[in-house]
């Protein structure tokens, strides 16, 4: 690793989070910085570090998912272990994802179905073309 050491305002800025959110995650035991009196110091293995618990987060891992696979790093197995359990954690996650995008597809076809069947109950109870036009507009203007 690189002797590069950054500030908490480089990470902040960097990484697009608050200083705020690095204590929190140091707080939490994903990151150790050293310290010079009251200043952090962070070292290109925390950045590391932060790269990977952002990414983490992105696909929906908890902080503590995040801290187990980060505890894996230093087992001395070359990261096999680490690699494995966060390739087992993205794979289920991955099938999380999956269920709700059928779920989210699934409503939707329910609720397109739903508006038809309005829109014809409108149409045989005599409402006009354009009013059943508008809406169907205004469906198509939110989807």
Request: glycine share 6%; aromatic share 6%.
């Amino acid at each position: 690793m690189s002797d590069q050491t950054y500030t908490i305002s480089d990470l902040a800025q960097e990484f697009a989070v608050t200083p705020r959110a690095l204590r929190f995650y140091e707080d939490q035991n994903l990151i150790q910085p050293q310290r010079a009196g009251q200043t952090r110091i962070y070292s290109a293995r925390d950045r590391a570090r932060l790269a990977w618990i952002l990414r983490a987060k992105r696909i929906g891992l908890s902080l503590s998912e995040i801290g187990e696979l980060l505890d894996m790093y230093d087992l001395g197995d070359g990261r096999v272990t680490q690699r494995r359990a966060t390739l087992k954690k993205c794979r289920e996650q991955l099938a999380v994802l999956e269920q709700q995008r059928r779920d989210i597809d699934s409503t939707i076809a329910e609720l397109t179905d739903f508006c038809t069947l309005i829109e014809n109950c409108l149409a045989e109870a005599g409402e006009t073309a354009d009013v059943v036009d508008a809406n169907r507009g205004l469906r198509r203007a939110k989807g």
